[in-house]
């Protein structure tokens, strides 16, 4: 398998992705501005992506995928079968019991998740109303997760890159044809949510059966229960169980302290949250997904030259890519934050607040996408001990650094805590690696990271000319030249970084990469 051919799929999809979910999320700037309303949906759609992150997409996957790879690669198609079967099984039934258990507990939810809400009655109520209705999307959306694992595991990474533009389709239809319908426009995004859940469960279903993996459900959930592989991943969720919940745990925290701060700190968050996810999906989403199947390989034949060569290369991929991506955040959040929400009741207040937060995640952009690449490292061996160590470490690092930064910053102050923490979280994962003898350097670093840093610097002092010269917030009296200007500004931006690392000898077609 070509790694670098089947990144560019996941990344181009994904791009999609995050494309559809910019407009979302713009429609709902447009529509709602940074409200009590949207502060309301933000933390009311958290908890079900609170929980899809602990179940779906983060234990459960970490725990899965290497053993799926395992009875894949040494057991036989009819063990594989089984052991899909059985797992979908207890999966499905304990879903159904969560969901449910949600629902009804809704308002217990609510006033734990956001304490600061209960001194408004208006958005309290919408919260646990928005909560109830898109509750039943963690089962759907952890379902996907499990398709989404059997098909990366048969390399069909196409399909479970494609699934989150669905969500993103879908929610943008309710806002601009449901919601205007609606006593309470935001309503139209909260069944949005259950919809796009629906309609990402169903697309997996040609996929699976095309590949003759379609998960048979059973009613015996005690004999799927007492499956031996099924009791594996159970025992490897436990402790990844704990490693994923500890940084949601810190998330709830943070939004907890953001419900007691002014109006609009939530939603000014997700915003900046919003343009973070484009180059942490494009890359470390996309790096992670690849190198979990092709690190369990390895691991699994013992080849530590390969392990440790599909390490060196996601980490190189990740400064070439990510660096920059950080210092366009950095010095260039007035004119991102402006050009993509600055319309309609997002004002200029809430441009420049958005800009603090987009800053802060900035100054740890690149650390939360190395955490995505150094952690398939372990888990990939079976090894989730150590990252649930870190972890904890980093919850507590993470909240003590919320005392000094939000009497400082505000609302930034929380993001900035969440990228000091990740810097901590992804120099621990590293050395833990090396320490072990799971990945050692290839030669060239050094000459690679002095390239790197004379091209970031002159793409630095190129964006923050721009972004200082044009007033980006009264140019919203002519958005299309905004958006043509900011276009030009990103295309020039690529040509002067990735142009100066040719011209100082750096060779693209050095990244071509095959694994087994």
């Excluded at 990344?11 to 502060?39: H, K, P, W």
């Excluded at 229960?225 to 994923?244: K, T």
């Amino acid at each position: 398998m070509n790694l670098l051919k089947a990144l560019a799929t996941i990344s181009s999809l994904t791009m999609l992705s995050r494309v559809t979910g910019l407009v979302r999320e713009i429609l709902i700037a447009r529509a709602f501005g940074a409200s009590d309303m949207t502060d309301a949906f933000n933390v009311a759609f958290r908890i079900p992506n609170l929980l899809r992150r602990v179940f779906a997409e983060g234990a459960f996957s970490q725990a899965f995928v290497p053993i799926l790879n395992e009875y894949h690669g040494k057991r036989g198609p009819d063990e594989t079968r089984h052991l899909i079967d059985a797992v979908a099984t207890v999966m499905s039934w304990v879903l159904v019991a969560v969901s449910v258990l949600g629902v009804i507990g809704a308002p217990v939810v609510m006033t734990v998740v956001a304490t600061g809400f209960r001194g408004d009655s208006e958005t309290y109520n919408a919260a646990v109303f928005m909560t109830r209705v898109m509750f039943p999307y963690i089962g759907l959306i952890s379902m996907v997760a499990l398709a989404s694992g059997i098909l990366n595991t048969w390399r069909n990474f196409a399909v479970p890159a494609f699934t989150p533009v669905l969500l993103n389709l879908c929610l943008i239809v309710a806002a601009l044809f449901v919601g205007p319908h609606m006593s309470q426009p935001i309503y139209a995004q909260a069944w949005g949510v259950l919809a796009g859940g629906v309609l990402q469960l169903v697309i997996q279903v040609p996929a699976l059966r095309r590949l003759g993996v379609m998960p048979r459900l059973s009613f015996n959930l005690r004999a799927a229960w007492s499956d031996a592989g099924v009791r594996r991943v159970i025992r490897q969720m436990l402790p990844a169980l704990l490693a994923v919940s500890v940084a949601q745990i810190s998330l709830i925290i943070n939004t907890n302290i953001a419900s007691h701060l002014a109006a609009g700190s939530v939603s000014y968050l997700t915003y900046a949250d919003r343009l973070m996810e484009f180059p942490t999906a494009l890359l470390g989403v996309a790096l992670g997904t690849i190198l979990l199947p092709s690190l369990s390989r390895a691991s699994a034949t013992d080849d530590r030259e390969e392990y440790s060569g599909l390490l060196d290369w996601g980490l190189r991929l990740t400064f070439l890519l990510a660096v920059p991506a950080a210092v366009g955040l950095f010095v260039f959040g007035t004119p991102l934050t402006a050009v993509l929400f600055h319309y309609g009741k997002f004002d200029a207040h809430a441009v420049e607040m958005t800009r603090q937060a987009l800053v802060s995640y900035g100054a740890g952009l690149v650390a939360l996408i190395l955490i995505k690449i150094l952690t398939p490292g372990f888990y990939a061996r079976q090894d989730i001990r150590t990252p649930v160590k870190i972890a904890l470490l980093v919850l507590v690092i993470t909240q003590a650094s919320n005392y000094v930064f939000v009497p400082l910053l505000g609302h930034a102050g929380l993001a900035l805590s969440i990228s000091f923490g990740a810097t901590v979280n992804a120099l621990l994962l590293f050395f833990g690696l090396r320490r072990r003898g799971f990945y050692r350097p290839a030669p060239g670093w050094g000459l690679f990271l002095a390239r790197l840093l004379a091209a970031v610097l002159i793409l630095a002092g190129m964006l923050l000319w721009v972004a200082r010269n044009f007033d980006w917030v009264a140019m919203g009296a002519t958005p299309l030249a905004r958006i043509a200007l900011m276009a030009s500004c990103l295309v020039l931006a690529a040509v002067v970084y990735f142009g100066t690392l040719w011209i100082m000898g750096l060779r693209y077609a050095a990244f071509r990469r095959r694994a087994g």
